[in-house]
């Protein structure tokens, strides 16, 4: 999970980026729509991983076990 964790952790760097420079952008520039659209992407990537990451906790929980 720890690889998982990095790369989520890029994404959500990559995210911020591209939010920031969407701001910076003028609504008026084609690019901004581009900029914004990368930037939910990357975003939504960051979710992915964190909702793979808590099924996996989920069904490794002891509580989540059958009984023998």
Known sequence: MIGRHEHAKDELKKFKTLLN??????VSDDRSKMLLHDALLK???TVQIILMDIQNLNEESPANKKPE
Do not use: K, M, R
């Open 43 to 45: 975003l939504g990537s």
């Open 21 to 26: 420079e969407f701001g910076n952008t003028p």
